[in-house]
């Protein structure tokens, strides 16, 4: 038996102003046949890493292809994605005969030209494997689960948590199942249920909780395979986006059809109860300076750049300072100049400095200020669970009392070293802002007396009326009142 492994992967944010290269896969995984590390999963390449390690017991050969895997940006240069594609296709031709595939795919990237990559990527690949080559997928819940991609791979499973803890065990499950349906012990069979909607889903909260624990028991039971919830991935301009049912039968569409209809209906009767609260900008930070109790966390998801965000917008930093409060940090500003210059003028140096809001409109203006250097440090990093996320060179800056972390790579705040690094001590502040829409709680919820969500002016606004669509299909809910949920596959 001969499977065949690789990974193209990264979620597109289309209207973010950072257009992605190469070079971004290349700062994020990058590897050719053979260079995936043997110790821990990267970026979306779980399938390979537990078909490697499960090859010998379950007496196949794994062909190793290249894995490509870029941090959320904009879209990818039309170039370099088929340079990226065209590779990892030429290997998947010179690893014929082939009786599986696996691919470690996002489900939410975009290339200049191609609105449905994965789509791309699956029609040209089933084209060199066959009919009878089971190719399986696995994605995560925020991608666009097109028609086209469901119908071109056999199996396709995506994570169900949020935060994405469970990458390792649902390729595990993507094994499983192509191992015994290349051994004819099952067929399966695959329904898509169109919820019409976009939303937010994190499973750290009980509603989503409970559905997700609910429909995941459905699974290795009465010819149930796998259920997979589709959030969606609001920030793209591409036809199919919205919420998503996936559900896999041993070779019954009509239990399939029925069971995706159901908890589609069920997603569908959760609409708008599923996220926090978000209050605006100075009710947020009213709120926040007005709590009894410290620290205060204030969170920025809309300018959160594991969403695509570029991390730079002055909304929240500008309504901190204009109060003139103290006690407070702020954190990440993505500024790689502001860094340099702040390194140039050297610790404890006051300077006038311009920063933030450079990268476009939803960056806000910039903000300029006497600041003071309160820290410096090179090559910094913060912890993500058992992760290390690079910060590259960080500077701390005193503006009219606002601490802000300025960082040269731009990444959403994950962990306490974000300020720790510079000689902030998050837990003896007042108030703590960082940009993260969902990940920061894994090590700033313990430390927050309180958490507060704000939907400020930045790219990737909680309010999806705001965003300007023009190929999304319409009706979809929250943009339009009444929408028509139908079986689509
Ligand atoms: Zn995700």
Aim: hydrophobic share 40%; with cysteine.
């Amino acid at each position: 038996m001969r499977l065949f492994s690789a990974t193209l992967a990264t979620e597109t944010n289309t209207f973010s102003p950072l257009p992605t290269s190469l070079d971004a896969y290349k700062e994020g995984v990058f590897l050719r046949p053979g260079e995936h590390p043997t110790d821990a999963p990267l970026m979306c390449t779980a399938p390979l890493f537990v078909a490697r390690r499960r090859s010998v017991a379950e007496g196949f050969t794994l062909v190793e292809g290249s894995c490509f895997a870029a941090s959320p940006a904009g879209t990818t240069n039309r170039a370099d994605y088929e340079f990226m594609r065209d590779e990892i296709l030429a290997q998947l031709q010179a690893a014929l005969p082939l009786d599986g595939v696996l691919f470690g795919l996002h489900g939410a990237m975009v290339a200049h030209g191609y609105n449905d990559v994965e789509g791309d990527v699956l029609e040209r690949a089933r084209a060199i494997v066959g009919p009878n080559c089971v190719i399986g997928v696995e994605l995560d819940p925020h991608c666009h689960l097109t028609v086209k991609r469901v119908r071109l791979a056999n199996i396709t499973i995506l994570y169900k948590e949020f935060p994405h803890t469970d990458v390792v065990e649902r390729a595990e499950d993507l094994l499983t199942l192509v191992l015994r349906t290349i051994r004819k012990e099952v067929r399966p069979t695959t329904s898509l249920f169109d919820c019409r909607q976009i939303g937010s889903y994190p499973t750290t909260f009980p509603l989503m909780r409970g559905f997700v624990d609910r429909t995941a028991a459905m699974e290795g039971r009465d010819g149930v395979l796998s259920v997979s919830i589709g959030h969606c991935f609001p920030y793209a301009d591409v036809p199919e986006l919205g919420g998503r049912i996936l559900v896999i039968t041993d070779n019954d569409k009509a239990k399939a059809d029925r069971l995706a209809s159901r908890i589609g209906q069920e997603f569908i009767a959760m609409r708008g109860r599923t996220a926090p609260d978000y209050l605006d900008c100075d009710a947020g930070i009213d709120a926040a300076l007005a709590f009894n109790g410290s620290p205060v966390v204030v969170a920025d998801p809309a300018d959160n750049a594991g969403g695509g965000a570029p991390s730079d917008n002055t909304t929240v930093l500008r309504g901190l300072m204009r109060r003139n409060v103290d006690s407070v940090a702020l954190g990440p500003i993505w500024d790689p100049i502001a860094v340099r210059l702040c390194f140039d003028a050297g610790l404890g140096a006051q300077f006038p400095l311009r920063f933030g809001g450079k990268t476009g409109p939803a960056s806000g203006a910039p903000i300029d200020a006497t600041v003071t250097v309160v820290g410096l440090r090179r090559d910094c990093w913060q912890s993500f669970g058992p992760t290390q996320v690079l910060l590259g060179d960080c500077a701390a800056i005193k503006a009219q009392g606002v601490e802000v972390v300025l960082i040269a790579n731009r990444t959403q705040a994950l962990g306490l070293e974000l300020f720790r690094n510079l000689g902030i001590e998050p837990t003896e502040r007042k108030l703590v802002a960082v940009k993260s829409t969902n990940h920061f709680m894994a090590a700033f919820g313990p430390i927050a007396r309180k958490v507060i969500y704000i939907d400020s002016d930045g790219p990737l606004s909680r309010d999806y009326t705001k965003i300007a669509y023009s190929m999304v299909q319409r009706p979809i809910w929250p943009l339009d009142e009444t929408t028509l949920p139908a079986l689509v596959a």
